[in-house]
């Protein structure tokens, strides 16, 4: 029997893990499912919706949050640098109330990359920027 692929979970790459899982909870409403190996300084956070609920956002600060060893020299600097938001962004499907939520993270503060609109792919959607520079889009469908 051949193996069933699981929703995709993200891993994003942060300067400051509780500062990014702190603006997906207030923003977005994600509940930390996961903080270590400190939860009050944590170098990953798993964030769901719902408890246990995939997908999920994970992010870490590319250090080995089992052991405590530090992330390589390479991928430190490349976080630093912010050179993954370039090419990596989100986008989080809704089953409802996407106008809501909008006028939600506005109002919370949220750096808008994209106002709230009707694509011609059939979702309503809107876009905004996480405090590491990560686009992410919410949206859905038309109809």
Known sequence: MASKIQPLDVHLRVNNVARSAEW??????CKVEMAAPDPMKPA????TQT????PA???SNGSDFMTGKRAPKATAEAIAARKA???VSLYFSVDSDVDKLYASVKRKGAKVAQELVNQPYGMRDFAIQDPDGYVVGVGQAIG
Not at 24 to 29: A, D, F, S, T, V
Not at 44 to 47: A, D, G, I, Q
Not at 51 to 54: D, K, L, N
């Open 85 to 87: 938001p370039r090419v």
């Open 57 to 59: 956002v994970m992010l």
């Open 44 to 47: 990953f956070v798993r964030l």
């Open 24 to 29: 997906y909870q207030r923003m977005l409403g």
């Open 51 to 54: 408890q246990g609920e995939a």
